[in-house]
């Protein structure tokens, strides 16, 4: 049952960018969530940041064939995993490779699909990442 409460705070601010999708959802998500973005070049990728008047920032990284490999997510509220995830929100749910540590810290490996998510009310925090889908190079470091 607490997989579903927390489901529904995580769908309270839509985004809709989503893992494995193209760079073009970025845009649709800033518009959604009126936020300013910022955009920064590295070798391998770039990353969009998000941020809303709100609090909340997003960052979606995309690589040079212009698929978003990894997203991180902090703020007040949670962003909705559903949209983040995209295809791979079915996979996230369903896993039975979940780990659970203190402060409600939560980590999902289910096939290249990675979730790191954590924190507690008005401070949430956390990433997912395709695996298989990083550019040669990039460390996991930089997912932040």
């Known amino acids: 049952m607490p997989l579903i409460a927390l ?3 995580w769908q309270s601010s839509p985004v809709h960018a989503a893992l494995g999708a193209n ?8 518009q959604q969530i009126r936020a ?9 990728y770039s990353v969009h940041e998000l941020q809303s008047s709100g609090g909340a920032l997003v960052r979606e990284y995309v690589s040079a064939n212009g698929v ?19 295809a791979h929100f079915d996979s996230y749910v ?18 290249s699909l990675v979730v790191e998510s ?11 990442y395709l695996s ?4 040669s190079g990039v460390v996991l470091d930089e997912i932040q």
Do not use: C, Y
């Open 7 to 9: 489901a529904l705070v």
């Open 23 to 30: 760079v073009k959802t970025v845009e649709i998500d800033r």
């Open 36 to 44: 300013t973005t910022r955009v920064t070049a590295h070798p391998a």
């Open 68 to 86: 978003v490999f990894a997203v991180s997510w902090g703020g007040p509220t949670m962003p909705n995993l559903r949209q983040l995830l995209g």
């Open 94 to 111: 369903g896993s039975t490779n979940r780990q659970r540590g203190g402060h409600g810290h939560v980590v999902v490996r289910e096939g």
């Open 118 to 128: 954590g924190g507690h009310m008005r401070s949430f925090h956390g990433r997912a």
């Open 132 to 135: 298989d889908a990083l550019p």
